[in-house]
């Protein structure tokens, strides 16, 4: 028997092209496996941040039925936690975060700049059409980043700023993101060190012969010749 095909809404996409874009939330997914090896084999992981902007000049019409807000739409973007530039390339991080600031940051500014304070800035986004390879599908994707030109108005932000992090959110609030970036944060490292109980037991098991040893060499510091009466 051949299922019959139901009429879905069709999601609208964010139109390619350039468009203004604020960044309002980023999230700490954890060190993830990326599929790919490292030099001697081994399996590469990376530690990767998801990135949201909201576009505030493409609006649409959200909520229930009658009760419905135009809000604008968003679109995310998931890279590598690193401000790292190498001979090779830029970091994908740096070059959002230079967009975002103004002004391309130096070498020593990178090394100790801190990615929160990014939220609320605005920047230029390039948004292409790409098709999954899989099923077909097309989808927005961000491809290029640049600065806001000058005498550019960019309207007021309309989603609160957010940062959520894998390494601090409880278990219950992590079961309350989408179901993709649970997922994503249940198989990062620092999810299974925190919440992951084989982990946690190894990690006991660890310390415990850890407190052993050091309790022996302390005892074995002292023997009965070192006594003085």
Known sequence: M??????GKTKELVPAGNHVARLYEIIYLGTLNTGYKDQNGDDKYQYKVRLTWELPNELRKFGKEGEE??????????????LYKSEKQTATLRTIANALVGVSLTDAEADSFDIKKLLGFACML????ETF????????????FGSIPKGLTVPPQVNESKE??????SREEIEELPE??????KSSNE???????????????IQEKVDSLKTQAKEEEITPEDIPF
């Open 180 to 185: 993709f970036i649970q997922v994503k944060m």
């Open 164 to 169: 959520k992090s894998v390494a601090n959110l």
């Open 69 to 82: 807000k135009e809000l604008p739409v968003v679109i995310s973007k998931e890279v590598t936690f690193s």
């Open 126 to 129: 390039e948004i292409s059409h």
């Open 2 to 7: 051949i299922a019959p095909k139901t009429e």
């Open 191 to 205: 999810y299974k060190e925190r919440f992951d109980p084989e982990t946690i037991a190894r990690r006991e098991e």
């Open 133 to 144: 390879k899989d099923n077909g599908n097309v989808y927005a994707k961000a491809v290029g």
